[in-house]
C-alpha cells in the first residue's frame, strides 16, 4: 500500500489567522517596494490559471500565483495538486509579449499573439511559454510582472537588505504570531547563511529580549535588525572623519575623499554627495551626512571598486576596426554542447544582450530550399537561417549600438547561398553593409563610430575588393574557391571522408563580403606581402596561442594592419573555453569564445567588455597598433608599456553571501582569492584564509601586495569560494574589472554569479591603493 502523506489540516480559526496574516505579509511588501495599492501587483498576489505550452502536444493549464514576499513565484497544477514549483523574480532575465519564442511561433497559431507572453530566465533554465485566457489578462500579467521586476533592481541596497531579511523573518515565523522565539532565531540565522553557538544565540536573543517575555516582538525585533545589519568595519571609518558633532560635514566627507578616496574632488563635490544619499532630511538640510549617509553612499556608482567614468563610452572610437578588441561568440547559435545539444535563436539574443559583437552562423542546406545553422556533422537541432537573421537584427543594438560583424562558415550549395544572400539583404536593409564606405578603395579599415548601427559580413570572396572599382572586372555568377584552415571541426571530418576541400560560391553571397574576407594563413610575411587589409586569417586556438608564444611580435605586428580571429579547438565538445589572454596581448581582435559555458574564462572576457560602456569594442593601447613596436609580452624588453605598478588590496568584508547548498544546515566557509591576469610576470593569486560558518557578514581584514609591470593588459578579478578541505571548493560569486578601470580607497565590489549575473546583494568590500613602482 502507498504511503501518502497528508498537509496537518488548520482550525478555522487558523487558517482565518493565516489568511488576515498573509494579507499583512503582502501589504508590507507591496509597500516596502513601492506599489502599495498596485491593481496589476494584486492581480499577481491573487493568481490565475495560464496555458503553459512545451511542444505541439504537451499544452497544459497550471496555476501561478506571486507569493506574499513579492518577489517568488509559485505554481501547481490545479488539477493534481502535486506538481509543485517555485521560481524567483530575480532570476527572470526578461518578459516578452506576444510569440517571441522558437516555441510560441513553433507550437500556437498567430490568433493567440496577444495573449501570449514569455517568462526568459538568466544561464540556461528554459523559457516558460504561457498564454492567458484574454489579451486583457495577459497584459496584467506582464504589466505586474515588469514592475515587480522593475522595482525590485531599483531598491537601494539597504532596502534590498531589510526586505530579504523581513522575508526570512517571516519564514522563520512558523506559528505566524509576530514573534520570534529564540528556536526561531535560531532558524533565521541559518536561513540568511550563519552558524553560531548556542551561547552566542542565547546572548543576543537576551539582549534584544527588553521585556524578558521569552520572545522578540515590535521595537526588540527592530533592535536585533540593527545588530545584525551593522557594519562595524563601515562603523570605524565613519567614526574616523565624523568630526562635526558625531556626523559627517560636507569637509568632514571632502577630507575622506582627498585621503581614502584619492579622488580629485571639491567642497561641491562632496556637497552634491550629501544632497543625493542622505536619508535623514534635518541632517541633509544642515549639509552634514549620517552613519546611514555614507553607507548609502558606498552602495552607490561612485563607492563602488568599478570607475563610473569607464561605465560609459570613453574611448576614441574613430580608429580602425582592426584597431580594437572585439567581444566575439563561437559557435554562437549552441545553448549547451557541440554534439547533441539544442540550437536556438535565444543563444544569439543572450550573447547580443551581453554586448557581443561578432556572431558565428554555421550554415548548411536545409529543407525546401532555405538554409539552417547548427554544428554539421552532429547531433545539435538545426534553425532556420532566416529566424537567425531576423533575431540578430532585432537585438544587434540594444546593448551597444556599434557595428556587429556576422561570421558566415558557409556549407551551403550556390542555389541556398543565393538564399542566404536574399535573406541577408532584405531582412538587414541599409543596415547591412554591401559596399566600402566613400568612393574610392579603401586602405583600412572604417572606424566603429562609421559603422554604428551596421552589419558586416565575414566570409569567402570570389574576387579582390579592389576588382569592384574597375570597369574592366567582371566576377561569374559562380566559381570554386579553395577551402582554408578555418573551416572549423568540420576540417577533420571532411579530411577523413576525403572530401574535395573546394565550395562552389554564389557570386550573390561573395559580393557582400567587404571589410571582412576569409583567407587562409601562409605565415606573416606572405600575409604582409600578398594580402590586403580587409583579408583575414582564423586560427585554431593551439596554432594561435603557439604564434603567440614563440611569435609575438610578429604576431602583433600583423595584427597593426589585420584582423585576426581565434576560435576554440575541436576537441572542446563540452564548449569548454581556452584562455583569452595571451591572444589578447598579441593584439587578437576577434578572440571567440563559447558563450553558453560559464567558466573563468568567460568571466575574464566580460571584465575587459565592462567598460567603455559594454560597446562590446575596446582600443588596444598604443603598443599593439604601431607597425614598428617591439613590444614582446614574454620577455617585456623596455618600451612605454612598461609602466609598473604597485597594488595594495585589503580584503575587508563581505556581505549576504549565497548559500551553495539548498540544505538549511549548510552554512558556506567563504574564501577569496584575489587574481591578476595579463601579460606572463604579472599573471599571480592570491588568497585570504576562510571564514567558518559565515556568508552573512565574514571579516578578514587580510592585506596584499602586487607588482603589475603592465597595467594596460591586466585584468583584476575577485573570487569568492566555500571552502572544502576534503574536496574542491564551490564557487560563490565573482567580479573582473581591468587594472586601470579600478578606483582607489574604500569600495564594494559587487559579485557575478557564475552565468554572469548579477548578485543582487551580496558583495566584497576592499580597500584598493595604486602607487607608481620604485
Not at 497550471?62 to 495538486?81: A, N, V
Not at 540565522?189 to 542565547?202: G, K, P, S, T
Not at 571567440?592 to 560602456?613: H, I, K, R, S, V
Amino acid at each position: 500500500m502507498q504511503c501518502v502523506r497528508r498537509q496537518p489540516v488548520r482550525t478555522k480559526s487558523q487558517e482565518s489567522l493565516y489568511r488576515a496574516q498573509s494579507k499583512t505579509v503582502a501589504r508590507d511588501n507591496m509597500k516596502l517596494i513601492g506599489l502599495e495599492g498596485d491593481q496589476d501587483l494584486q492581480f499577481l498576489i491573487n493568481g490565475g490559471d495560464l496555458l503553459k505550452v512545451r511542444s505541439g502536444s504537451w499544452k497544459k493549464t497550471r496555476y501561478f500565483k506571486l507569493q506574499e514576499d513579492c518577489k517568488t513565484m509559485w505554481h501547481e497544477s490545479k488539477k493534481t495538486m502535486k506538481s509543485k514549483n517555485t521560481f524567483s523574480l530575480e532570476d527572470i532575465e526578461a518578459v516578452r509579449t506576444g510569440r517571441q519564442t522558437e516555441g510560441l511561433r513553433k507550437y500556437t497559431e498567430e490568433s493567440v499573439d496577444g495573449r501570449a507572453f514569455s517568462i526568459l530566465f538568466k544561464g540556461q533554465q528554459k523559457n516558460l511559454d504561457l498564454i492567458a485566457s484574454s489579451e486583457e489578462e495577459a497584459k496584467k500579467w506582464v504589466n505586474g510582472l515588469e514592475k515587480v521586476i522593475s522595482n525590485m533592481s531599483n531598491l537601494t541596497p539597504q532596502k534590498k537588505t531589510e526586505h530579504w531579511i523581513y522575508s526570512c523573518m517571516r519564514k522563520a515565523d512558523k506559528d505566524l504570531d509576530n514573534k520570534m522565539s529564540l528556536k526561531e532565531l535560531k532558524s533565521f540565522l541559518q536561513d540568511i547563511n550563519i552558524e553560531v553557538d548556542e551561547d552566542y544565540a542565547e546572548m543576543l536573543f537576551q539582549k534584544c529580549d527588553q521585556s524578558k517575555g521569552g520572545f522578540l516582538e515590535g521595537k526588540e525585533i527592530e533592535h536585533f535588525y540593527k545588530i545584525l545589519t551593522q557594519r562595524e568595519e563601515i562603523d570605524v571609518i565613519y567614526r574616523e572623519y565624523a568630526k562635526t558633532d558625531g556626523l559627517m560635514s560636507a569637509t568632514d566627507l571632502l577630507t575622506f575623499l582627498l585621503n581614502e578616496q584619492r579622488e580629485d574632488a571639491s567642497q561641491n563635490d562632496a556637497l552634491q554627495l550629501i544632497e543625493k544619499y542622505e536619508l535623514d532630511e534635518n541632517a541633509r538640510a544642515k549639509q552634514q551626512m549620517t552613519m546611514d549617509g555614507f553607507l548609502m553612499y558606498l552602495h552607490q556608482p561612485e563607492g563602488l571598486i568599478f570607475n563610473p567614468a569607464h561605465k560609459s563610452v570613453y574611448q576614441d572610437m574613430n580608429r580602425p576596426l582592426n584597431h580594437y578588441f572585439i567581444s566575439s561568440s563561437h559557435n554562437t547559435y549552441l545553448l549547451e554542447d557541440q554534439l547533441k545539444g539544442p540550437s536556438s535563436t535565444e543563444a544569439y539574443i543572450k550573447a547580443l544582450l551581453k554586448g557581443c559583437r561578432c556572431v558565428e552562423l554555421d550554415c548548411w542546406d536545409g529543407s525546401d530550399g532555405e538554409p539552417v545553422i547548427y554544428h554539421g556533422y552532429t547531433l545539435t537541432s538545426k534553425i532556420l537561417f532566416k529566424d537567425v537573421i531576423q533575431a540578430i537584427k532585432e537585438y544587434a543594438f540594444k546593448t551597444s549600438e556599434y557595428p556587429v560583424i556576422l561570421s558566415l562558415e558557409n556549407h551551403c550549395s550556390v542555389e541556398q547561398q543565393k538564399t542566404m544572400a536574399q535573406h541577408l539583404i532584405s531582412i538587414l536593409g541599409s543596415a547591412l553593409v554591401t559596399k566600402p564606405l566613400g568612393d574610392q578603395m579603401p586602405t583600412h579599415f572604417p572606424s566603429p563610430e562609421e559603422l554604428k548601427g551596421r552589419f558586416i559580413v565575414k566570409g569567402k570572396r570570389l574576387n579582390k575588393l579592389e576588382d569592384t572599382f574597375s570597369d574592366e572586372s567582371k566576377t561569374a555568377d559562380e566559381e570554386s574557391v579553395t577551402e582554408e584552415e578555418d573551416d572549423e571541426d568540420h576540417e577533420d571530418h571532411e579530411k577523413k571522408s576525403n572530401k574535395s576541400k573546394s565550395l562552389k560560391l554564389a557570386k550573390e553571397l561573395s559580393d557582400i563580403v567587404i571589410y571582412c574576407k576569409s583567407v587562409p594563413f601562409h605565415g606573416f610575411e606572405d600575409s604582409r606581402d600578398k594580402q590586403s587589409f580587409y583579408e583575414m586569417a582564423s586560427f585554431k586556438e593551439g596554432k594561435a596561442v603557439k604564434l603567440a608564444e614563440e611569435s609575438a611580435t610578429n604576431f602583433i605586428h600583423h595584427n597593426t594592419d589585420k584582423l585576426s580571429r581565434i576560435y576554440p579547438g575541436g576537441l572542446r565538445t563540452d564548449s569548454s573555453n581556452y584562455n583569452p589572454v595571451p591572444l589578447w596581448n598579441a593584439g587578437c581582435q576577434i578572440v571567440a569564445l563559447n558563450f553558453q559555458t560559464p567558466c573563468t574564462e568567460m568571466d575574464l572576457n566580460q571584465g575587459l567588455f565592462l567598460q567603455n560602456g559594454q560597446s562590446g569594442y575596446i582600443l588596444k593601447p598604443s603598443y599593439l597598433r604601431d607597425r614598428d613596436t617591439e613590444f614582446d609580452p614574454i620577455t617585456l624588453t623596455k618600451g612605454p608599456w612598461l609602466k609598473r605598478k604597485t597594488l595594495h588590496v585589503m580584503v575587508i568584508s563581505a556581505q549576504q553571501l549565497p548559500k551553495v547548498s539548498q540544505r538549511k544546515s549548510s552554512i558556506v566557509d567563504p574564501i577569496v582569492q584575489v587574481q591578476i591576469y595579463g601579460v606572463p610576470a604579472d599573471t599571480t593569486v592570491v588568497e585570504t584564509q576562510y571564514i567558518e560558518n559565515n556568508g552573512f557578514n565574514p571579516m578578514w581584514n587580510e592585506n596584499f601586495q602586487f607588482d603589475v609591470c603592465v597595467p594596460d593588459l591586466a585584468l583584476v578579478r575577485f573570487l569568492i569560494e566555500d571552502y572544502d578541505a576534503t574536496s574542491n571548493n564551490e564557487f560563490i560569486g565573482q567580479y573582473t574589472l581591468p587594472f586601470n578601470s579600478l578606483k582607489k580607497g574604500y569600495h564594494h565590489v559587487p559579485l557575478f554569479t557564475m552565468n554572469g549575473d548579477l548578485l543582487s546583494s551580496a558583495g566584497l568590500f576592499v580597500h584598493i591603493m595604486v602607487l607608481d613602482a620604485e
